[in-house]
């Protein structure tokens, strides 16, 4: 049996803290991965796993054997881009991203990352929950506002800054008047962003002039996890909406929304794309980052072109 492959396999058993999100992580059957565990242990003499009916724990040789089987398979990457040397890039990528920001971001963008790169199949899952990247078989994540992990088994690259703003549409504006003060914000009905949880996510503002910051609790009876849909209610005037500069900006553009307390707004929020540390380096990998926007600006400018 391939002591690379096994290698892999071992990985991806210890990433995902089980055999059978490794089986979906190397695209492999539950007793195909069962078979490669047993073979590995009979063939090094020791147990690298326990096993218990929720968990699997690494024993002191698994720890051992998983920090070599990573560092070796990050050589051998290394060592097969070098030689081949041509960057041609190929092969399937796995990539998942929220559905408004991908839907925004990413799939403008996709038409012309397949015709530069014929031989590069992209797989695109569009969901609005954090993801386990080796216990899902995802080889990108893409997501703004979440930490990366903290982990060395990922490499987080930031992709660009953005930050939350205060919209309303104008004919709500005329209605209720203006907001001078953040606190009164807590006075009117507004639109709520969930997490796929269900908790609400906190109205965190920052003045541009004073930098005096401040968190609110405001009210509101319409909630959900979808931020473009969030901008649709607050066109249609339900509200006021604490939402991505990038989500709200053909609505200011075209006057369908107006900022509400200009000079207020969330600290910057990070976009990150994080992948597992064996793809460092991988052709596809890079070409896929490189496509990625590295502005607001210029993802308005992709769709509109």
């Not at 530069?116 to 969901?127: F, G, Y």
């Not at 920052?206 to 959900?224: K, N």
């Not at 339900?238 to 500069?245: K, T, V």
């Not at 992948?275 to 210029?298: D, M, N, Q, Y």
Request: charged share 25%; with cysteine; hydrophobic share 45%.
């Amino acid at each position: 049996m391939d002591l690379v492959a096994q290698m892999a396999t071992f990985v991806s058993v210890v990433e995902g803290k089980s055999l059978s999100a490794a089986a979906r992580a190397q695209r492999l059957s539950l007793p195909a991965v069962s078979r490669q565990l047993r073979a590995l242990e009979s063939d090094l003499g020791a147990h690298l796993v326990v096993r218990s009916t929720r968990r699997l724990h690494l024993t002191e040789a698994g720890q051992r054997w998983y920090e070599h089987c990573r560092r070796v398979l990050r050589e051998i990457e290394a060592a097969r881009q070098d030689v081949r040397g041509d960057g041609r890039v190929h092969g399937r990528l796995v990539v998942s991203a929220s559905l408004t920001f991908g839907a925004a971001m990413i799939v403008p963008r996709l038409p012309k990352l397949a015709e530069r790169h014929p031989e590069l199949t992209i797989d695109l899952r569009l969901e609005d929950q954090l993801v386990d990247l080796v216990g899902e078989g995802i080889d990108l994540a893409v997501r703004a506002g979440s930490p990366p992990p903290d982990s060395s088994a990922f490499i987080a690259h930031p992709i660009f800054s953005m930050c939350r703003i205060l919209v309303a549409a104008p004919r709500w504006l005329r209605k209720h008047g203006s907001v001078r003060e953040p606190r009164e914000l807590t006075e009117h009905e507004c639109l709520r962003q969930v997490t796929p949880a269900g908790s609400a996510v906190p109205w965190t503002l920052r003045s541009r002039t004073t930098d005096a910051a401040l968190t609110l609790d405001v009210r509101g009876r319409l909630r959900t996890n979808a931020p473009s849909a969030l901008c649709d209610m607050a066109i249609a005037g339900a509200g006021i909406a604490y939402l991505p500069d990038w989500v709200v900006a053909d609505g200011l553009e075209r006057g369908t929304l107006r900022r509400v307390l200009p000079h207020w707004s969330s600290p910057p929020i990070t976009a990150w794309a994080v992948h597992r540390a064996e793809l460092r380096g991988a052709p596809r990998l890079r070409a896929f980052i490189a496509a990625l926007p590295k502005s607001a600006a210029e993802s308005r400018g992709e769709r509109s072109s």
